[in-house]
C-alpha cells in the first residue's frame, strides 16, 4: 500500500526502538498520561452529567415546576385550572395546601413539610407514585377524612415508624382556650412510605389528603392554597409562571418557580461541571504537550537521519512533517484509548462505587450532606466527542514547535562530528 514518505518515516521513529531506549519510554509515558488525562476528564463530567439529571428528574420531578397562589384560599380551584390549562405552555395542573410542622412518635421529633395533594390528580405534576417502598403503600391509600400520612423511609427510621402506626402532627399554631393556650395537635395514620434516594425530600416531606389538612386549617373542604403547574420546559418556568398569573381574570394571583427554592442548588452543579470541565482541560493541556518534550529530545536523537534526509533532496516541509506526523500518532493513540477507557468506567463508576460501599460498610454521600447519597453517571457522546477533539488539536499544537526546530536543522552542521 502506497503511503507518502512522511508518513512512513514519522510511523517508524514513532515505534523505533533500536538506538535510544529513553526516548521511546518517554513517547509511551506522553501516550499513558494523555489517555489518563482524556479517561478522567470523560469520567468526571459523566458524574457531573448524571448528578445534573438527578437534580432534573428526582428533585425536581418532585417538587413544582411552578405555582399560581394568592392571599386567600382559593374556593373554586377547577375553574382556575381550567384557565390555566388553556395556556398551550402548561402540561398539567394539580391543586396543592402546604403546612409545616413537627411529627413526633414515641417520644422523637421530625419536622415535616406537609403536602396536601388530591391523590387522582398528583400523578400528572410529580413522580412520587415511582418511588413508593414495595407493599409499602400508594397515592390511593389516603382517602378523604381518614388522616392518613405518606412519609419518607428516612422520616420513618428516624421515628421508628411503619405502615398503620399512628403519629402526632404539631402544628405552628395556638389554641386559645379558657385554660390557656395549647398546641394544635393531630393524629395521622401512616398509610405509605416512600424512598427517592434525595435526603431532603425522604427525610423532611410528607403527604396528605387535600381536604385532611383543608379541616386542619379550619377552611373550607374544597378551599385549596394554590395550583402546582407542570410545563414542558423546566428551564421556562420563571418566565411562563409570571406570564399566566398575569393572564389570568383576577390580577391578585401571584406566581412562584422552582428556581426561588432549588435554582441556587441546580446552578451550582452547572457551574461545578464547567469549572471541572476547565481544570481537567488543563491536565489534558499538560499531558498534550508532553508531546513538545518528547519530540525535541528525537529530533536531537535523528539529528544526523535528519541530515541525510536532507542531503538526498527532502524538503524542510517534509522533515517538519514528519515529527508532526509522529506526534500525532501519539496523541491519536493516546486519546482513543483513554476515550475507551473513559467510556468503560464512566459506564460502570455506578456500580462500582456501590460494591465498594457495600464491602467497606461505609457511604462516601451522605443524604443529609448531598441531594442523594449514590454517585450517578451519564455518559453523553457530545461530551466524549468535545474531549477527543480538545485533545487531539493540543496534540497537533504541540508537534509545531519541534517540527521547525527539526526542519532548521542544517545538514552540514548535523553531519560535521559524524
Known sequence: ???????????????????????????????????????????????????DHEMRTRVLGMVPHATIESAQPLDDWRSLAQQVLKQP?????????QMQGLLSHAGKVQKILINAIDPQQEFKVSIIEDFFL??????????????????????????????????????????VTPAGMFPRLKRFTVVGLFEVGVGEVDGYVALAHIQDIARLK??????????????????QAPQLSWAIAQRLDDQQYTAHDWTRTHGNLYQAIRMEKTMIGLL??????????????????????????????RTLGATPRQIMAIFMVQ????????????????????LGISRGIAHLEAWLGFKFLN???YFIDYLPSQL??????????????????????????????????ALRYE
Open 218 to 235: 379550619r377552611w373550607e373542604a374544597n378551599q385549596v392554597q394554590g395550583l402546582r403547574l407542570k410545563f414542558d420546559d423546566l428551564f
Open 89 to 97: 405552555e402548561v402540561l398539567a395542573v394539580a391543586p396543592f395546601t
Open 327 to 346: 506526534g500525532t500518532v501519539i496523541g491519536v493513540v493516546g486519546t482513543v484509548l483513554g476515550a475507551i477507557a473513559g467510556m468503560l468506567a464512566a
Open 380 to 413: 453523553l457522546a457530545t461530551d466524549v466527542l468535545l474531549v477527543c477533539a480538545a485533545a487531539l488539536v493540543l496534540s497537533f499544537l504541540a508537534t509545531l514547535y519541534p517540527a521547525w526546530r527539526a526542519a532548521c536543522i542544517q545538514p552540514a552542521e
Open 134 to 175: 414495595p407493599e409499602q403503600g400508594s397515592l390511593a391509600a389516603l382517602e378523604p377524612g381518614e388522616f392518613g400520612i405518606v412519609i419518607g423511609a428516612k422520616a420513618a427510621r428516624k421515628l421508628g415508624v411503619q405502615i398503620g402506626d399512628k403519629l402526632t402532627f404539631v402544628a405552628p399554631e395556638v389554641t
Open 1 to 51: 500500500m502506497f503511503r507518502p514518505l512522511f508518513v512512513f518515516i514519522g510511523t517508524r521513529y514513532t515505534r523505533a526502538k533500536r538506538r535510544n531506549h529513553f526516548v521511546s519510554f518517554i513517547s509511551l509515558t506522553s501516550m499513558i498520561g494523555l489517555a489518563l488525562g482524556v479517561m478522567v476528564m470523560i469520567v468526571v463530567l459523566s458524574v457531573m452529567n448524571g448528578f
Open 280 to 309: 481537567l482541560l488543563l491536565i489534558v493541556t499538560v499531558a498534550a504537550f508532553n508531546i513538545i518534550s518528547t519530540l525535541v529530545m528525537v529530533v536531537t536523537d535523528k539529528k544526523a537521519d535528519i541530515a541525510i534526509l
Open 367 to 369: 443524604a443529609d450532606v
